[in-house]
């Protein structure tokens, strides 16, 4: 398992390091008011992949948690529903591009719109490596379209382009992301790629009945029926609404001070967002690319490895975020200056107060993991959903009377909000009255002599 984590976690160092480096590059390339035009767009941009990939990354994980090689029925509606979605954004965002052309801001928007059709094919097929525990291809997956960037971005800054030039190598990386993520996905798409704690798709047949995992009742059609639209649809929403919710933290605040206080402005935002999107790299290795599929397995089987996970894995990730924000929060006084240019130096403090809201991040990525796995992802998501609208009243508030430094405010209140919301939910739905295991049993698993839970 260790080594497994340790492989996911160089991947996202290498994808932390790959993005900051970008990052830098483009600040100190373009002009202020270019790098936040463009990084506001970007994230707009990057709101919208949840809408296109539908949820079914996700989706994905539950129902092969729960049915093993049964799932495949979902595979070939649900690419079909990820792919309506993320043809009519496309759309969406084209139309968008076209109302301000010949604008550059317009051009930057329609080459960028091809990052959406990236995300939505790197979400799919970083689901299919985790179903078939392949965790060095999905290290590779998440890396390369960083390095591609990496490259752009160094022409850019080596010839001096321009915005648009910069997009336009973004929208090149994008292209090839999705041919190389359909290239890993073959077998997959076919039914036939094994499945990582569940016997292989050809020798089910030979398994006895007794030791086939549960999940849903099998439609009436038989094991090859896909699910029905409406089912399709019902168990795809949560989904995206919760990473919808997830990203408009992410994004929102640096698309709101774009609108209201300018790009220069915003560009004061963007970089301090960009080291909190690396830093919430780390929660998201651990459970969203290495647990979130097992716990899907050991809800319906394993009631003390939940257990464990809720107990040690909550506590250890909000100890762990503490350490980075205040490491964050230190280093970005002296770094940020040095690193980005003299004209960032005002970022220092805006990253110092987002610092704040890292240890209820990495605290509320655990357990949310354990309400989606446990059945309570409807609760999950509603909870999402009233820390957005925190979110959005408290920057709609804050963003005008202070600025950046309110936008940062408004982020650290609503994650706290979340955060405190989503671990009472799991107390109550996931643990309950259950006796938490203690250190040893923690031990006891780490040394295998319980190795169900691999």
């Not at 767009?41 to 990354?57: D, E, N």
């Not at 495949?72 to 993320?86: D, K, M, N, Q, T």
């Not at 490895?305 to 809720?310: N, S, T």
Request: net charge positive; aromatic share 6%.
């Amino acid at each position: 398992m260790l080594a497994q984590v340790g492989l996911l976690g160089l991947s996202q160092a290498g994808v932390t390091v790959a993005a900051f480096g970008s990052q830098v590059l483009l600040a100190r390339t373009l002009t202020r008011e270019d790098f936040g035009s463009f990084t506001a767009v970007l994230a707009v941009v990057s709101l919208t992949a949840p809408l296109a990939v539908f949820g079914v990354s996700e989706l994905w994980l539950q129902v092969f948690g729960q049915e093993g090689a049964r799932a495949y029925r979902w595979v070939g509606p649900s690419l079909r529903l990820a792919g309506a979605a993320c043809a009519a954004l496309l759309l969406g965002v084209l139309a968008w591009s076209a109302a301000e052309l010949p604008d550059a801001t317009a051009a930057v928007r329609a080459l960028l719109a091809t990052v959406v059709a990236a995300q939505a094919a790197l979400a799919l097929a970083g689901s299919v490596r985790q179903l078939r525990g392949d965790y060095r291809g999905l290290s590779a997956l998440q890396l390369a379209p960083h390095l591609g960037r990496v490259l752009v971005t160094v022409a850019v800054w080596a010839a001096g382009l321009s915005v648009v030039a910069a997009a336009a190598g973004y929208a090149v990386v994008a292209v090839a992301t999705v041919a190389a993520c359909l290239l890993a996905s073959r077998e997959f798409r076919r039914g036939a790629m094994p499945l990582e704690g569940h016997p292989a798709p050809a020798a089910r047949a030979a398994v006895p009945a007794a030791v086939v995992p549960a999940g849903p009742a099998v439609p009436v059609g038989g094991l090859d029926a896909g699910p029905r639209p409406g089912e399709l649809l019902g168990a795809a929403a949560p989904y995206v609404l919760g990473n919808v919710c997830y990203l408009l933290g992410i994004h929102f605040g640096t698309v709101l001070a774009a609108e209201l206080l300018g790009g220069a402005e915003a560009a004061l935002l963007a970089v301090p967002m960009a080291v909190l999107t690396a830093v919430y790299l780390v929660p998201r290795v651990v459970y969203q690319q290495y647990l979130l599929g097992k716990l899907h397995r050991w809800a319906g089987s394993d009631a003390e490895a939940v257990l464990l996970a809720y107990r040690w894995g909550s506590a250890g990730m909000v100890a762990l975020g503490a350490v980075v924000a205040a490491a964050v929060a230190v280093g970005g006084l002296v770094a940020l200056p040095v690193v980005f240019g003299p004209e960032y130096r005002d970022a220092a403090p805006v990253l110092a107060v987002l610092a704040l809201a890292v240890p209820f991040r990495f605290g509320g990525a655990a357990v949310a993991a354990l309400l989606t796995s446990g059945g309570l992802l409807r609760r999950k998501v509603l909870y999402q959903a009233v820390g957005a609208v925190v979110l959005l009243a408290a920057l709609a508030v804050a963003v005008p009377v202070w600025g950046v430094r309110g936008a940062a405010g408004a982020t650290v209140l609503a994650e706290a909000v979340l955060c405190c919301l989503l671990w009472v939910a799991a107390r109550r739905g996931v643990v309950g009255d259950a006796p938490l295991p203690t250190w040893r049993d923690l031990r006891r698993r780490l040394s295998r002599e319980a190795p169900r839970a691999s």
